[in-house]
């Protein structure tokens, strides 16, 4: 006869999910990188700031533990801003951030289009 819930006392214990593509990632130590979706997302921000005339050229990083699209005004400057896509830290303050040029966090989540949505509001460089 079948114990009821599944032969386990917490049936929560065996419902951690991990996607496929991060555990591969993980196993072949391949390095961070942004998805198709992401990508899409990173580049159409980056396609109306460029329209707008505030940005100018950009850089992709995929490190072993991090991925980062940069953005410049001029290539030969620091970045304005750097995406930051951290898998490590996707559990708890979640996985994206937008980082300005001085090394302050801007904005944290989870999800990468309400992160991004900190350049909906009109964010400027101010020289100090």
Known sequence: MMER???TEDGDASAILIPLHE???ERLDLPVA???RELDLILRLYGRMVAANEWRDYAIDHLTDRAVFSVYRRASEVPL???VK???LARRQGAFAVIA???RILKRGHELA???GIFDTGLKLVKA
């Open 5 to 7: 819930g599944g032969g």
């Open 23 to 25: 555990a591969r990632r």
């Open 34 to 36: 942004f998805e198709r």
């Open 81 to 83: 801003f750097q995406i």
């Open 86 to 88: 951290d898998p490590k």
């Open 101 to 103: 040029a001085g090394g």
């Open 114 to 116: 309400r992160v991004l």
